[in-house]
């Protein structure tokens, strides 16, 4: 069985099924720490952050979860809620468990024209002579965090020299 992170589905053989992001989240967690017992509390803080969340939707996204995970018949690793306390993913010892794809966020810029547009292509029409720029997960995040707070900063100012002016 492969779980595959990026993609969000579960497969095994030709059958292949989706699941939703929570779940996702929430499966890489019990996979990470098969046979052990993962507090609710850290699965909320892991899977929703900040956000706050009643038990009911921890509870929703398990019971989903295990949904997918029955529609596979030669499955052998079950959740289990251990109650009070939280849930696991129970897998048989002689098995070698679920692989767990997880490729890189790699974003491939080929080709810039003068014209100051950005166009991809594919690799077989890049031409020879352009070099790729590769941008690893967390460079793109530092990249989208640099924005966003150089964007707060434009309209901090912006509103003050309006107040200011008024």
């Known amino acids: 069985m492969i779980f595959d992170v990026l993609k ?3 497969s095994a ?12 989240a929430i499966l890489k967690l019990l996979c990470d720490k098969e046979n052990r017992v993962i507090s609710k509390d850290e699965i909320n803080d892991k899977v ?20 997918s995970l029955a529609q596979f018949d030669s499955l ?13 993913l129970i897998l048989d010892e002689g098995l070698t468990g679920i692989s767990i794809a997880e490729e890189p966020l790699v974003l491939e ?11 991809f ?6 031409p020879p002579s352009i070099h790729t720029v590769g941008i690893q997960r967390t460079e793109l995040m530092v990249m989208i965090l640099l924005c966003f707070f150089s964007a707060l900063f434009a309209a901090m ?9 008024r």
């Not at 052998?76 to 696991?88: H, L, S």
């Open 109 to 119: 810029v080929k080709n810039v024209m003068k014209s100051n547009k950005l166009h």
């Open 121 to 126: 292509n594919t690799p077989m029409q890049a």
């Open 13 to 24: 053989g030709k059958q292949i099924i989706n699941i939703g992001g929570r779940e996702a």
């Open 48 to 67: 929703w952050g900040k956000v706050f969340v009643n038990e009911t939707s921890l509870t929703k996204a398990i019971s989903n979860l295990r949904r």
């Open 8 to 10: 969000r589905q579960i």
């Open 157 to 165: 100012l912006t509103t003050g020299v309006t107040m200011i002016l």
């Open 76 to 88: 052998a690793c079950e959740i289990k809620t251990i109650p009070k306390e939280g849930y696991m």
